[in-house]
C-alpha cells in the first residue's frame, strides 16, 4: 500500500501539476481519508482484502482538507456528474473516475460491480 501526505498548500499542490489529479490519472485505485480514520480504515482492509493496494494519501488537518477540496473543484466532475464531489471522507477514486465515499464502495461491493470496475482499472488481474 502507498501512502502520501497531502501538499499542504493549494498552490504546491497546483505547481507540481496536481497532485490529485495525477495520483488519480496513473493510479489504478486512489483512497483519500483523514489520517487515523476508522472508515478510512475500513475502505483500506476491504480493497485490500480484495487484493488490491490502493494508493492512500491521509489527510492531516484541516489546512490539507481545505486543499484537497481546492483541488477537487479543479479537477471538475469524475464519474457520476450528477452526485457530484462528496462532501466527507474517505474519497475512492478507481480508474480515475469518482466512486464515492464508504457508502459507495460497500454498494458496489454488495451489487456485485466492484471486483469488475477494479478489474477494468487494471487493479486486479485474476
Same mark, same amino acid.
Given at each position: 500500500?502507498?501512502?502520501?501526505?497531502?501538499?499542504?498548500?493549494?498552490?504546491?499542490?497546483?505547481?507540481?501539476?496536481?497532485?490529485? *489529479?495525477?495520483? @488519480?490519472?496513473?493510479?489504478?485505485?486512489?483512497?483519500?481519508?483523514?489520517?487515523? #480514520? #476508522?472508515?478510512? =480504515?475500513? @475502505? &483500506?482492509?476491504? +480493497?485490500?482484502?480484495? !487484493?488490491?493496494?490502493?494508493?492512500?494519501?491521509?489527510?492531516?488537518?484541516?489546512?490539507?482538507?481545505?486543499?484537497?477540496?481546492?483541488? +477537487? !473543484?479543479?479537477?471538475?466532475?469524475?464519474?457520476?456528474?450528477?452526485?457530484?464531489?462528496? @462532501?466527507?471522507?474517505? @474519497?475512492?477514486?478507481?480508474? !480515475? *473516475?469518482?466512486?464515492?465515499?464508504?457508502?459507495?464502495?460497500?454498494?458496489? =461491493?454488495?451489487?456485485?460491480?466492484?471486483?469488475?470496475?477494479? &478489474?477494468?482499472?487494471?487493479? +486486479?488481474? +485474476?
Amino acid at each position: 500500500m502507498q501512502r502520501a501526505a497531502f501538499p499542504s498548500s493549494p498552490s504546491s499542490s497546483s505547481s507540481s501539476g496536481g497532485g490529485v *489529479r495525477t495520483a @488519480v490519472e496513473e493510479t489504478p485505485v486512489v483512497v483519500i481519508a483523514r489520517q487515523g #480514520c #476508522c472508515m478510512g =480504515h475500513v @475502505v &483500506k482492509r476491504l +480493497l485490500q482484502g480484495l !487484493g488490491v493496494s490502493p494508493a492512500v494519501w491521509e489527510i492531516a488537518g484541516e489546512a490539507e482538507e481545505t486543499a484537497l477540496r481546492v483541488e +477537487l !473543484g479543479e479537477m471538475g466532475p469524475t464519474g457520476d456528474e450528477q452526485r457530484g464531489f462528496p @462532501v466527507t471522507l474517505p @474519497v475512492v477514486f478507481i480508474g !480515475g *473516475r469518482l466512486l464515492g465515499g464508504l457508502d459507495h464502495l460497500m454498494a458496489a =461491493h454488495i451489487s456485485g460491480e466492484l471486483v469488475p470496475n477494479l &478489474k477494468e482499472a487494471g487493479a +486486479l488481474w +485474476l
